[in-house]
């Protein structure tokens, strides 16, 4: 059974970094997608990162295109989202997800796997 556990989130001010990590363990995940999804009060989960396993190849939401960064320890088995200048709008749980055969890499509904989310939280 996949498990996928996620840490790292606090409260920061505007400007400020946070690293989330995602362990994961239960299989070889070489041919897995990892993805980061994130969801604030009253808004549908939405996707941010992807790294795929095998190529290391990446693909971020526009919103977090060039603050945010995606990778990945094999030997840890753990994926890491570095978020960098955050800002208000970025407050939402956070949630890891992992899956193989992934298409549309945005729909949440393409993962099967998923961490229980760590809160992030950027106020001033």
């Known amino acids: 059974q996949v498990q996928l556990v996620e840490s790292g989130g606090g409260l920061v001010q505007p400007g400020d970094s946070l690293r989330l990590s995602c362990a994961a363990s239960g299989r070889t995940f070489g041919n897995y997608a990892m993805a980061w999804f994130r969801q604030a009060p009253g808004k549908e989960r939405e996707f941010v990162a992807l790294?795929?396993?095998?190529?290391?190849?990446?693909h971020y939401a526009e919103s977090v295109k060039g603050r945010f960064t995606i990778s990945r320890d094999n030997a840890k088995n753990t994926v890491y989202l570095q978020m960098d200048s955050l800002k208000p709008e970025d407050t939402a749980v956070y949630y890891c997800?992992?899956?193989?055969?992934?298409?549309?890499?945005?729909?949440?509904?393409?993962?099967?796997?998923w961490g229980q989310g760590t809160q992030v939280t950027v106020s001033s």
């Open positions: 790294i795929r396993w095998i190529t290391d190849s990446t």
């Open positions: 997800a992992a899956a193989t055969g992934v298409v549309f890499i945005a729909r949440s509904n393409q993962y099967a796997y």
